[in-house]
């Protein structure tokens, strides 16, 4: 052949990926070959998941390009979510439901002889987060994608995750999470928009060729952050938007400079140090820790995100900037990424020449900031030496920015110079700090809070000041989950029969769930409803009997606890539950009794003394409990360990009774309360975070409510008397007596005494024995309520119907309404 007859292509029109049963089993077969050199029918599961995951990825793959293609053409809004962490969990389940691809795979797989399940369980959780914020971040994106809003997640790529938690002797043992040994399907690296990031160095001063004085960040030293990308795939709608997640790796010149100097062995160490930025996920969800390593993550993330949109946007725009904040938003999640205020104005002044007006007028347009807790140890503050040391330049732009600011506080409130240290940047002290909640509020157009008591309280109490001066920032977005992964995807049983009676809307519109709730009243659709719970039941029962080796009775009460174990959260106020119904067992006072199987799952950050003991504390009691024949099926309790992402996909759609029981006023929102809810679980709960928000939707008689309320919590200060609470309270009395007299520490005296000090004590923040009492009756009323199960049927319907609220759909068009503004994209 000539050339010239030679028909011409381009590389970019692939022919569409076809999507019957047919085309996935043949592309499973040609991946196995093709692409992982298999030839043997009889290779391990790991292969036959890569099998299936790379088909399912050809079918994201030209969504991906489309929806790029589309956002890339338009001159519309995007906003982009920062966060240092995305709780991913399994990606291939979540694929095939937002492809419509569920029954092809099905057909599928059945063609093959293949099993859905154990192929899906063979995909490692990517367990970029602690809790409650990281998983969070990963509803949003997924939520963004469905609703078409080009929104752009921004994390980083840690090669290790959350630790895996294993119980040795009741105790925690963390091990190292190393979740992309077994090459991970779903990134794409992109090295051709890998980042350069500063760190260390000086600055210096100098006049420019008009003779303005700039300046400039030298000697410093650098490290690259390299781009890998996940796809986000919308409900059915073929948007894909991106998760972008950066590695750190060593520059070229960082090797050469040393190698010249003749010193190989330090070139290579200076390689590690650069590689280990975005090694480990810091495993602590409430109490910062101050470490070097940890603000480099967080500059590493913020400055490599900033400079890939203006890398975007210069390649669009050229260095015009001012449309910049018009089109441009960056919604940091909590204070971690905030040092992006700072970065924003480096890279403004210093690399494109913007005047500091003209660059404050940007960013803080541009900047929106979610906080996600009022415990003051939670709040980040960096010492200003070790900011200094690490990024000299960016401490000098948040000192001015401070200086302007408190300019701005002296006008408002002449001579109140009292006010102007409270709300100063940097607090004064022994060791000067960055307060980063006042940086991210100074440098944002928007703050919220996520649930509307959350709201309420940083705007009376944490933020009061800055309240004052602009309240128009000041809003609330309540948090919520999405029903996509909650529970069309882990709760198939349910699903089809919500569908059955009010059609798949409510996927993509959670409020027609709403249309459930006439069905509350039919019998026999609460007979259906009560089957699904027992199928999900069971398989709950099978993979407790797998990780505790105890077997839950399938008609007890199904009441469970997951969540990271605080002090806060009151998992210690649950054991003393559960003690106190061994005890009535023990004592004879089992009348009527209503079986219950109790599970409480969570990590504890592995430096928490405290919240480590608990755990020990719920497994000793464990123990007593389910080796006593005469507690026998009464009564059941485990703690069920590395509690993550997939297994709340078993648990939430096994639950009956949802534990929501955190100290008024604590709890910003919680979302797990969301999730249980949705699967028709109902809530023994505080009025804490979102779960005042539950009862609203429910109503009262469907919601098992106890507790001081948020004031009552404040007045207790200066007048808490525990002992005297334990005094009057026999019940209360007994257990504390069961755990002092080492019931449950035979062969480790003293063991617990740590737990009983705590409770004892006038100084008690979380107000164990307060609410002992009031905690007990109501779930005296809850077991009373599970006898009838008609009624509890009944209940737990309506709990689903009215979880409409809770969708991140809702949350994510709020967002987008009062914050973000974005079209959707078109497609
Ligand atoms: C600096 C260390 C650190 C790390 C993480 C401090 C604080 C955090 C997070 C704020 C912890 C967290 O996950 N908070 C949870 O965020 C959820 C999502 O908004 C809320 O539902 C929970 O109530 C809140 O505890």
Redesign the pocket.
């Known amino acids: 052949m000539t050339k010239k007859t030679v028909k011409k292509y381009k590389l970019t029109d692939v022919p569409r990926v076809g999507k019957t049963a047919g085309d996935l089993v043949q592309g499973m077969q040609r991946h196995f070959l093709r692409s992982l050199g298999l030839s043997h029918d009889s290779s391990a599961d790991h292969y036959k998941y890569q099998a299936l995951a790379l088909t399912i990825r050809d079918r994201l793959m030209e969504c991906w390009k489309d929806t790029k293609e589309s956002t890339h053409a338009d001159d519309n809004r995007r906003a982009y979510y920062l966060s ?2 995305f709780l991913m969990g399994r990606s291939l389940s979540n694929a095939i439901l937002n492809l419509g691809l569920d029954h092809e795979t099905e057909q599928a797989l059945y063609a093959l002889g293949l099993d859905l399940e154990a192929l899906q369980s063979e995909e490692m959780d990517a367990g970029l ?8 971040a990963a509803c949003f994106v997924d939520s963004c994608a469905t609703l078409k809003l080009p929104v752009t997640g921004y994390g980083i790529r840690y090669e290790y995750g959350m630790f895996r938690q294993v119980i040795k002797d009741g105790q925690q043992v963390e091990e190292p999470d190393h979740w992309l040994r077994g090459a991970n399907i779903w990134e794409v690296e992109r090295s051709e928009y890998t980042q350069k990031i500063h760190f260390g160095g000086h600055t210096e001063t100098y006049f420019n060729e008009h003779g303005v004085s700039r300046c400039r960040w030298v000697n410093t030293q650098d490290v690259l952050a390299v781009p890998f990308d996940t796809p986000i795939p919308g409900y059915k709608n073929g948007v894909v938007n991106t998760l972008r997640l950066w590695k750190s790796s060593a520059t070229d010149e960082f090797d050469l400079g040393e190698f010249n100097a003749g010193s190989y062995p330090e070139s290579v160490a200076a390689k590690n140090d650069a590689e280990h930025i975005s090694m480990v996920l ?1 495993p ?6 101050g470490k070097e390593l ?1 603000l480099r993550q967080q500059y590493f993330l913020a400055s490599a995100s900033i400079q890939d949109v203006m890398r975007q946007w210069v390649e669009k725009y050229g260095q015009d900037f001012t449309h910049f904040a018009a089109r441009n938003c960056f919604q940091l999640n ?3 990424p905030t040092v992006s205020v700072a970065e924003l104005m480096r890279l403004l002044m210093d690399e494109y020449r913007l005047s500091w007006d003209e660059a404050w007028a940007i960013t803080s347009k541009t900047m929106a900031y ?4 009022l ?1 003051p140890e ?3 503050r960096w010492s200003v030496g070790l900011f200094s040391k690490l990024l000299p330049r960016l401490m000098d732009i948040i000192f001015e920015i401070n200086a302007r600011f408190l300019s701005d506080v002296a006008k408002k409130w002449p001579g109140d110079t009292e006010r102007q240290r409270r709300m100063s940047i940097i607090e004064e002290g022994d060791v000067k700090q960055v307060r980063m909640a006042y940086l991210a509020i100074v440098g944002s157009f928007s703050v919220n809070g ?2 509307q008591l ?1 709201s309420d309280l940083l705007v009376e109490g944490l933020f009061a000041d800055f309240y004052a001066l602009w309240p128009e920032k000041f809003n609330n977005k309540t ?1 919520g989950v999405t029903q996509r992964r909650w529970m069309a995807m882990c709760n198939k049983s349910m699903s089809a029969l919500i569908t059955e009676k009010i059609g798949d809307g409510w996927v993509t519109d959670l409020q027609q769930l709403r249309g459930l709730a006439p069905f509350a009243e039919d019998a026999a659709f609460r007979k259906s409803w009560a089957a699904c719970k027992l199928e999900n039941k069971r398989r709950l029962i099978a993979l407790v009997e797998k990780e505790c080796q105890v077997t839950f009775p399938e008609d007890s009460m199904f009441d469970i606890q997951v969540k ?1 174990i ?1 002090e806060y959260k009151r998992q210690l106020l649950n054991v003393l539950h559960v003690i106190h119904l061994y005890d009535r067992i023990k004592r004879g006072h089992a009348h009527n009794w209503t079986p219950r199987a109790v599970l409480i799952g969570g990590k504890a950050a592995p430096g928490y003394y405290m919240a480590k003991r608990i755990i020990k504390l719920i497994n000793n009691v464990a123990e007593v409990i389910n080796n006593d024949p005469d507690v026998g099926d009464k009564l059941k309790l485990v703690f069920f360990p590395n509690y993550r992402v997939s297994a709340m996909e078993v648990i939430a759609p096994a639950a009956d009774l949802s534990e929501q029981i ?1 100290t008024a006023g604590k ?6 309360n969301m999730k249980f809810m949705m699967n028709g679980a109902l809530t023994i709960g505080t009025l804490d ?2 779960n005042i928000e539950i009862r609203e939707e429910v109503g009262d008689e469907n919601f098992f409510l106890f507790g001081l309320t948020a004031a009552e919590v404040e007045q207790t200060h200066g007048h808490y008397n525990p002992n005297a609470i334990i005094d009057r309270d026999e019940d209360l009395r007994r257990v504390m007596h069961l755990i002092e007299s080492g019931h449950f520490s035979q062969f480790e005296p003293g063991s617990f005494s740590c737990i009983s000090n705590a409770v004892r004590s006038a100084h008690d923040p979380w107000l164990v024995a307060a609410d002992f009492r009031s905690y007990v009756d109501a779930q005296e009323q809850v077991a009373e309520s599970f006898q009838d199960q008609e009624k509890w049927q009944r209940m737990s319907i309506l709990n689903t119907a009215y979880s409409g609220k809770f969708s991140t759909d809702r949350t994510m068009h709020e967002y987008n309404d009062n914050i973000w503004k974005l079209k959707p994209v078109s497609l």
């Open positions: 240092l962490e987060g602690n809790g409650g914020l990281g998983r969070l810091y602590n969800d409430s109490s910062e820790n940890r909590d204070t971690h979610t906080n996600h807790t415990l939670a709040l980040e996520v649930a959350h948090n990271r605080h955190s709890e910003a929102s919680g979302t797990g975070g979102a």
